[in-house]
Nanobody, 130 residues
Framework: QVQLQESGPGLVKPSQTLSLTCTVSGGSITTDNYYWSWIRQPPGKGLEWIGHISYSGSTYYRSFFKSRTSISRDTSKNQFTLQLSSVTPEDTAVYFC??????????????????????WGQGTQVTVSS
């Protein structure tokens, strides 16, 4: 089973760009039909799916985040990265990377659940504050 680990700064100032990296071990991010997602959980709220990058490098973002989100990958390092621009305090959350076989369904994209993904990182707290 693949293992995922998030890394990045825990504090970001408003209007700046949040950048997080997910390092994958135990499997390749180019393995056929694997999808690599970023998901977050704001304090007191449920999980929010942000977007994914596929095994082939294609990306898909939830419309709410699309205008200020970019997910990319470095296959040589077996990593994928989230960039969320123009952050506000409302972007304060625990950010997770997760993987699954097959693209997430519409239901999963709208209301993700832990069981919808085969592997999760432990999560990293990101606070947006000046």
């Amino acid at each position: 089973q693949v293992q995922l680990q998030e890394s990045g700064p825990g504090l970001v100032k408003p209007s700046q760009t949040l950048s997080l990296t997910c390092t994958v071990s135990g499997g390749s991010i180019t393995t056929d039909n694997y999808y690599w997602s970023w998901i977050r959980q704001p304090p007191g709220k449920g999980l929010e799916w942000i977007g994914h990058i596929s095994y082939s490098g294609s990306t898909y973002y939830r419309s709410f985040f699309k205008s200020r989100t970019s997910i990319s990958r470095d296959t040589s390092k077996n990593q994928f990265t989230l960039q969320l621009s123009s952050v506000t305090p409302e972007d304060t959350a625990v950010y997770f990377c997760a993987s699954r076989v097959g693209g997430p369904t519409i239901a999963t994209r709208m209301t993700p659940r832990r069981l919808d993904f085969g592997s999760w990182g432990q999560g990293t707290q990101v606070t947006v504050s000046s």
